[in-house]
């Protein structure tokens, strides 16, 4: 990597780096997810660069979630950096973000002055950014907690997925837009639920060295952000560390921070029904299909309400629009066991449920037109989805 | 001794014949501003069955001498213009010498008057021709009384609406008569039930209390401005309480009641953000001028007038109006009452700030308890020791004094009067955050009780602050189009478009013909928003077509307000708590924190009495 000249004798020089370009675009990109183009504090909307001795590290952060990536100086044996100056930075993020993808030349190199200006060479071009003072900057949580587990991140991706959708949208109950997380006994579950619908879903991991029980409520929103900066790295763990109002997830070298929700979340476990009057198995891509349909007519009625008749080993699924027309389509379930039955539930419910599940066939538990359904994959007792039926007149 | 004489013939014609007496409002109006001009300070307006049957103005003015009784009825007899050139600088209501005429012609009408001096007349007319003539008791002032008001006239008579609204119309005469006069003492009786009266105290907001009641009279803002040829001065109501209409905004000039759209937008700019879309205030203007520069002979009913500098004249409104508004805390109060204190603003006892980001930026790193333990320590420390930090003792003195509300407590503390501070005055009270709600309103205390705000509104009002100023220093560039964009108008648009071409181009925009009513362009101006270029033009056409001219001040604002609302934090975002800080903080230091560039409150406010109310912890 080249040396690069101190070209402003008049301002100090307060940080100094070469970096690799498809590095630092990855790193950037990462962080770039935390940061809102929304906020009160306008610093926020930039990301920090902080050189150090072991490497290069960029910040990002917005109302609920905090994003680090880490370019280690050396990695495999490759070089990735080379710090000359160690200092720091917050430059404006999308425009930083744009320019570091467009360079052409392999190497970026970031020059600071004392006044926050930096200017970034790579190859014949040299931009001249204005940076804010990074001591503006808020700290990240310090997160030194002995409560910690791993999990695999396919393992966390899967129940992220299968319980975040679930949460409520609205901030008129806050600490339902959050998924729960109880740790007991080397065992983690999951709810979410808006007060329609629930997901829940159990997982086992290893514990650290303490065994206590932890619960604790995650922002859905994070979780979503989690989910689609883990890289594809399936089999690696991901470190998750707790604390009383934050959480942080350690993979590779990239540290998500996440606020808590506090409040009680409700207790949910008495909500789910043990018993069934109706039990049906199905295969689950016939029924999201059968769903989708009849929803193309139920969607232009504002509900957008399918019916289910269970019936002599039968199953009918019908919607019908007032303006439009109806559609029948019967299904044959792969197992039928207990009373009749006819029930309305949401198309959108039911189809956010069944496409979270991996699972060839389903099981669907009725307890009656009022009460809630359940549908779990067959094979696997640690998923439950939950819907509350609609009412009909 | 008579002082009516007979207009010359040319003054006669000069002036221009009109119909007086439309309905019977305009026999009150008439007769109102006739005991205006005569100088009387009580006049009592009496009605029946909408004045059809019988109206009746009594008033304790100059009266009439006795031989200027019969010839008051001759048209164009007047006692207040002698000149031609009097025409140019009328300081009377009336001039003409046409109403009294006018309205013995078409009713019964008696007259009882004196002079004080001689013994007082008594006179019926029946149709205009006098048919009785003797004496009455020679006490100061004047009364006529109309009856049958279009015995004569059966076509005029069909065209009356009901009762109810003759009413109304004679009471908005009677309203602005009063709101023109404070200190002449108007009763007006219907059916011997008062419905309006007026104190005649000379106070503007007493008349406005009249009309509208004292919660509208106690959120007036008192105006009031100067320049080398006009003087203004009034009452403008606060914009939470406003109106779907137009009307409630009074214009005088000299008193007169007159009609102006340029002065009323004047008015409105002064309003300017505070007043939401398709809302109009109440509110009350008096101008002073020379009467030369006022032309009101435009029109019979005198309701509109030609004024030259004009401009001049609405700048000086809208500025006396912006900068009264600007004096205060535009707070709306849930019980509705804005809080209209038009206090000293110096006053304002200083408090010191133990909010942590007083002093060092805002910090995530420690548990709460914590970081706001040690920093408020800090903030406190650094803050006694600066001289500005005043007297605990002023402020006790303040709250012995009155233990009604705290912020009266506050505001009112007169022994901090020579304070030394020149700093800019901050209209934003100091709020400490709470919490917030359902992610979209922010709670936050002070010693004056609870604040909500919208957070949406909130940032909406400082970013549309901010893209206000950088809005403006856009360069004059233009882009070129590689396809041209085509637009259609109206044969009249087209006209407008046409006419005002070179116009355009000077601001950006090279209109060419393009069949019979269509125009291309080929390159806008470069500080048009992306994506909404043709919109904007076509704002552009229209601005013009309806005031003659375009103001890229307008278009350009209209712009900084899209851009905030697009660029802030929307309901139902969660913001930790040094973002509700920063957002107050920089709410702050907005030049109008109150209301959101729509026009919508920006927080409300509920005083510790209003508390304590709400749980009848008083009565
Ligand atoms: N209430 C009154 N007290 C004393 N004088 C009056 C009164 N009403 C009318 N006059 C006298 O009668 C004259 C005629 O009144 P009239 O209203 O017809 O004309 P004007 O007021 O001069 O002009 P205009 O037609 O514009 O109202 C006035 O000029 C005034 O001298
Ligand atoms: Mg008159
Ligand atoms: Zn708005």
């Not at chain 2, 790193?365 to 001289?387: G, L, R, Y």
């Not at chain 2, 220093?473 to 044969?491: H, K, N």
Request: hydrophobic content about 35%.
């Amino acid at each position: 990597m080249q040396e690069l000249q101190d070209s402003n004798p008049n301002a100090a020089l307060a940080m100094k780096c070469t970096v690799q370009k498809d590095k630092l675009a990855d790193a950037v990109n990462r962080v770039m997810k935390a940061i809102s183009s929304k906020t009160t504090i306008p610093i926020l909307t930039g990301v920090k660069i902080t050189s150090g001795r072991d490497g290069i590290t960029l910040t990002g952060s917005n109302s609920d979630i905090s994003i680090q990536t880490f370019i280690p100086l050396e990695e495999d044996g490759n070089e990735n950096a080379v710090v000359h100056t160690p200092g720091q930075i917050v430059l404006p993020s999308r425009l930083f973000s744009e320019l570091v993808r467009k360079l052409q030349d392999e190497d970026v190199h970031i020059e600071v002055d004392s006044r926050f200006i930096a200017k970034i060479t790579s190859g014949a071009t040299e931009f001249s950014l204005n940076g804010l003072d990074p001591e503006e900057y808020p700290n990240l949580p310090i997160i030194n907690g002995s409560d910690a587990f791993r999990i695999r991140k396919d393992l966390l991706k899967d129940m992220i997925k299968q319980t975040v959708y679930a949460v409520s949208v609205t901030e008129t109950r806050p600490v339902l837009t959050g998924v729960k997380w109880m740790i007991n006994d080397g065992k983690l579950s999951c709810v979410a639920t808006d007060s329609h619908r629930l997901a829940q879903r159990s997982v086992s991991v290893e514990n650290g060295e303490d065994s206590g029980t932890h619960t604790l409520v995650i922002p859905g929103s994070s979780l979503n952000e989690l989910s689609k900066i883990l890289d594809d790295d399936d089999e690696q763990l991901v470190d998750i560390i707790m604390t009383t109002n934050q959480i942080l997830f350690k993979s590779n070298n990239v540290q998500f921070y996440s606020r808590l929700l506090d409040g009680n979340y409700p207790d949910t476990s008495r909500l789910i029904p043990t018993e069934s009057k109706t039990t049906i198995d199905l295969g689950t891509k016939d029924l999201y299909r059968a769903i989708e349909r009849a929803s193309l007519l139920a969607k232009e009625e504002r509900n957008n309400v399918v019916k289910l008749r269970a019936e002599g080993n039968q199953v009918e699924i019908s919607s019908q629009s007032l303006e439009l027309g109806r559609v029948f389509e019967t299904l044959v379930p792969e197992h039928f066991e207990g009373d009749p039955l006819r029930i309305s539930f949401s198309a959108k419910f039911m189809m956010d449920a069944l496409g979270k599940l991996d699972a060839q066939s389903v099981r669907i538990h009725f307890v009656g037109p009022m009460r809630p359904i359940i549908i779990r994959p067959i094979g696997d007792e640690n998923i439950l989805m939950l819907i509350l039926p609609i009412r009909t007149f | 001794m008579g002082v009516i004489k007979r207009l010359s013939e040319t003054l006669a014609n000069k002036i221009a014949a009109g119909e007086v007496v439309e309905r019977p409002a305009s026999v009150v109006k008439e007769l109102v501003e006739n005991a205006i001009d005569a100088e009387a300070s009580s006049v009592l307006i009496e009605i029946e069955e909408g004045g059809l049957k019988r109206i009746k103005v009594t008033d304790d003015g100059r009266g009439f001498a006795p031989e200027d009784c019969r010839i008051a009825f001759e048209r164009h007899a007047t006692s207040k213009i002698h000149e031609d050139s009097d025409l140019f600088h009328i300081a009377t209501l009336g001039f003409r010498g046409e109403a009294l005429p006018s309205i013995s012609a078409v009713s019964h009408l008696e007259l009882t008057t004196s002079d004080g001096v001689h013994p007082g007349t008594h006179l019926v007319l029946q149709g205009g021709h006098v048919i009785a003539d003797g004496l009455a008791q020679s006490r100061k002032g004047t009364s006529i009384k109309v009856e049958g008001l279009f015995y004569n006239t059966p076509a005029r008579l069909k065209y009356l609406k009901s009762i109810h609204t003759e009413l109304g119309q004679m009471t908005d005469v009677v309203n602005r008569m009063a709101l023109a006069y404070p200190h002449v003492r108007f009763t007006l009786v219907h059916e011997q039930k008062t419905v309006f009266q007026s104190n005649g105290s000379g106070q503007l907001s007493h008349v406005l209390a009249a009309i509208y009641g004292v919660r509208t009279a106690k959120a007036a803002f008192p105006f009031s401005g100067k320049s080398l040829d006009f003087k203004v001065e009034g009452l403008a109501v606060h914009p939470q309480i406003s109106r779907a209409g137009r009307q409630y905004v009074y214009i005088f000039i000299n008193n007169r009641f007159i009609r102006n759209y340029p002065i009323f937008n004047s008015i409105m700019e002064g309003y300017h953000t505070l007043m939401m879309i398709g809302r109009y205030p109440i509110c009350v203007l008096h101008i002073q001028m020379d009467p030369s520069l006022v032309d009101v002979n435009v029109h019979p009913a005198k309701l509109e007038a030609r004024i030259s500098k004009e401009k001049e004249l609405c700048a000086l409104i809208s500025e006396s109006i912006r900068s009264a508004f600007h004096r205060e805390r535009l707070i709306p109060s849930v019980t509705g009452k804005p809080h209209s204190r038009a206090s000293k603003p110096k006053n304002e006892q200083q408090t010191l700030d133990f909010s942590p980001t007083a002093v060092t930026g805002p910090d995530l790193s420690e548990p709460i308890e914590h970081s706001e333990h040690t920093q408020t320590e800090k903030a406190f420390s650094e803050q006694v020791h600066e001289p500005e930090t005043h007297t605990f003792s002023s402020q006790m003195a303040g709250k012995d004094e009155s233990a009604t509300t705290l912020e009266q407590s506050v505001q009112d503390t007169s022994d901090v009067e020579d304070s030394p501070s020149d700093e800019p005055q901050r209209r934003m009270p100091k709020l400490y955050p709470i919490g917030q709600m359902h992610g979209t309103y922010i709670f936050a205390q002070n010693e004056d009780g609870l604040y909500i705000i919208d957070q949406h509104a909130a940032q909406e009002r400082i970013k549309y602050e901010f893209f206000r100023e950088k809005v403006g220093e856009t360069a004059r560039e233009v882009q070129q189009l590689l396809v041209p964009m085509t637009f259609d108008f109206s044969a009249s648009e087209y006209e407008t478009v046409t006419e005002y071409q070179d116009y355009l181009q000077e601001i950006g925009l090279n209109f060419e013909s393009f069949g019979t009513r269509s125009l291309i362009i080929r390159s806008y101006p470069t500080w048009l928003p992306e994506g909404r270029e043709e919109e904007m033009i076509n704002d552009i056409v229209h601005q013009l077509i309806e005031t003659g001219k375009v103001s890229i001040k307008k278009l350009r604002e209209k712009l900084a307000k899209m851009m905030a609302c697009k660029r802030s934090i929307k309901a139902n975002h969660y913001l930790r708590p040094d973002e509700i800080q920063a957002l107050l903080d920089s709410l702050s230091k907005a030049q109008d924190p109150f209301t959101c560039p729509h026009g919508r409150p920006v927080l409300v406010h509920f005083t510790p009495y209003e508390m304590e109310k709400m749980f009848k912890r008083v009565q």
